[in-house]
């Protein structure tokens, strides 16, 4: 489920609603070919890469956030609160997503573009999923998607479309750290799913035409690619 201003036929609703769609979907395109048993499992990834792309395609700034989460599975919670984990080689119960970071927003944007897998991940940790198959994202407001309550003191479900999160301080820790240990591949990861998104443009769109000019045969400007990797951190 994804919330913006204004009425859901206004066209320009509608224009912000398919850019978040397509870049929802190339990243996860993306992210599960190059990964295809373990995408589900991979928040950090998504985060890191989503935030590159949104960063770039629509010219603000978002940053990858990791912390603590509860998901409504129906009849209870997939917790992912295991703070120790990220500093945990294993790595553990956690969960990463995307806020917007710029001064223009008169809210906080959340993005988690990982909202999709939530039932694959419930059953294959042996947890029922009770609820209709959950969103393909989740892009807006905090008010409208984060639930405001205290781990110790959380209400019976969520509505649809709602999730509970809570950045920490290990998690801003870790999400740095892996950023400096893996930042070629995220740059690579990143160039990858812009030239997906521009794949799945419609033709004759020139969203991506400053950072991937036609004469160039559809090649990412790596110097954008960089700027993007860095920007996330």
């Given at each position: 489920m994804?919330?913006?201003a204004g009425?859901?036929?206004?066209?320009?609703?509608?224009?912000?609603?398919?850019i978040?769609s397509?870049?929802a979907?190339?990243?996860?395109g993306?992210l599960?070919?190059?990964?295809?048993?373990?995408?589900?499992?991979?928040c950090?990834?998504h985060?890191?890469v989503?935030?590159n792309?949104i960063?770039?395609v629509?010219n603000?700034?978002?940053?990858?956030?990791?912390?603590?989460?509860l998901?409504d599975?129906?009849?209870g919670?997939?917790?992912?609160t295991d703070n120790?984990?990220?500093?945990?080689?294993?790595?553990?119960?956690?969960?990463?997503?995307?806020?917007s970071?710029?001064?223009?927003?008169?809210?906080?944007?959340?993005v988690d573009?990982?909202?999709?897998?939530n039932?694959?991940?419930?059953?294959?940790?042996?947890?029922?999923w009770?609820?209709?198959?959950?969103?393909?994202?989740?892009?807006?407001?905090?008010?409208?998607?984060?639930?405001?309550a205290?781990?110790?003191?959380?209400?019976d479900?969520?509505?649809?479309?709602?999730?509970?999160?809570?950045e920490?301080?290990?998690?801003?820790?870790?999400?740095?750290?892996?950023?400096a240990?893996?930042?070629?591949a995220?740059?690579?990861?990143?160039?990858?799913a812009?030239?997906?998104l521009?794949?799945?443009?419609?033709?004759?769109?020139r969203?991506?035409?400053?950072?991937?000019?036609?004469?160039?045969?559809?090649?990412v400007?790596?110097?954008?690619a960089?700027?993007?990797?860095?920007?996330?951190?």
């Amino acid at each position: 489920m994804t919330y913006r201003a204004g009425s859901p036929t206004n066209k320009v609703s509608d224009m912000a609603q398919t850019i978040q769609s397509l870049i929802a979907a190339s990243v996860n395109g993306v992210l599960r070919a190059r990964f295809p048993d373990t995408y589900c499992s991979l928040c950090h990834t998504h985060a890191i890469v989503g935030a590159n792309v949104i960063s770039v395609v629509l010219n603000r700034v978002y940053r990858p956030v990791a912390g603590m989460a509860l998901i409504d599975c129906g009849g209870g919670f997939i917790r992912l609160t295991d703070n120790a984990a990220f500093a945990n080689p294993a790595g553990g119960a956690f969960h990463c997503w995307i806020e917007s970071s710029d001064r223009s927003f008169n809210e906080t944007e959340v993005v988690d573009l990982t909202f999709r897998h939530n039932h694959e991940y419930a059953r294959k940790n042996g947890l029922p999923w009770r609820r209709p198959a959950p969103p393909e994202y989740l892009w807006g407001p905090r008010s409208k998607i984060v639930v405001r309550a205290e781990l110790h003191n959380m209400p019976d479900g969520f509505d649809e479309g709602q999730v509970w999160l809570r950045e920490t301080e290990e998690g801003a820790g870790f999400i740095m750290r892996h950023l400096a240990e893996h930042m070629n591949a995220y740059v690579t990861l990143t160039a990858e799913a812009l030239k997906e998104l521009r794949r799945r443009l419609p033709a004759g769109s020139r969203l991506l035409e400053p950072l991937m000019p036609a004469d160039r045969g559809g090649k990412v400007v790596t110097a954008g690619a960089s700027a993007s990797a860095a920007m996330a951190c």
